[in-house]
């Protein structure tokens, strides 16, 4: 089984100065999202599944890559980024300020997220629960006899693209991964608008291991189309 993470193109965060709580892509992240579908439908191995985000950038991000593989897209709430607090409407400049203050704060109110967003703790605990239950019904499973890091796998020859987020997907690959999770995981795990991380199931001690094959990776993005 291999898991593909594509974060979605460039959101238009900002329209007429004011924050956008659902953005749309800008002009270059819909041509981010083409480059990528591109990329994916061309390779080798054809895609199984595509996931996606409810957010309009990620559903955006997808239409391209649906078009290219032939491959259906399934919704999956949960796997949405952590929600922040209803800036909808707010000057940038704020919002950006905010964010900037928010930085110099201990481990323990990063934890705890913004005031009223969500905390990392509850973002992290669905998005863990979330990638356990999908990958369930897919056939994988942690290990039977209990054995850290270890999965049993039934369908091997799954490929499977989820669309999604800057701090979906790093918490998602940390988790997968069995790194211990920071509650700055988008910080520790730098991810670029239409980057690609794959992890493959590969058998180890009569078991299988998540394996980080690629991270990051932007190679079918022009330099001049890589932005974060």
């Not at 924050?19 to 080798?44: I, K, M, V, W, Y």
């Amino acid at each position: 089984m291999e898991l593909i993470f594509l974060r979605h193109g460039e959101p238009a965060w900002s329209v007429d100065g004011l924050s956008q709580a659902d953005p749309f892509l800008t002009d270059r992240g819909h041509e981010q999202a083409r480059l990528a579908a591109e990329c994916l439908a061309n390779d080798d191995a054809a895609v199984s599944e595509i996931i996606v985000s409810p957010a309009r950038r990620s559903q955006q991000t997808a239409i391209p890559l649906i078009g290219a593989t032939k491959v259906p897209s399934a919704t999956v709430d949960d796997i949405v980024e952590i929600k922040m607090p209803n800036w909808d409407g707010v000057p940038e400049e704020t919002v950006l300020r905010l964010f900037d203050e928010a930085r110099d704060r201990d481990p323990e109110h990063w934890w705890d997220g913004l005031d009223g967003g969500e905390s990392f703790r509850d973002f992290h605990h669905r998005i863990t629960a979330t990638m356990l239950k999908l990958l369930a019904e897919r056939g994988v499973t942690q290990d039977s006899r209990g054995r850290p890091h270890l999965w049993d796998v039934q369908a091997e020859r799954q490929r499977i693209v989820i669309v999604a987020h800057g701090g979906t997907n790093a918490v998602a690959l940390g988790w997968l991964l069995g790194v211990e999770p920071t509650p700055w995981e988008w910080e520790r795990l730098v991810l670029g608008h239409c980057s690609m991380a794959r992890i493959r199931a590969v058998p180890l001690a009569g078991a299988h291991v998540f394996s980080l094959r690629t991270f990051n990776d932007m190679e079918h993005l022009p330099r001049g189309l890589r932005t974060r």
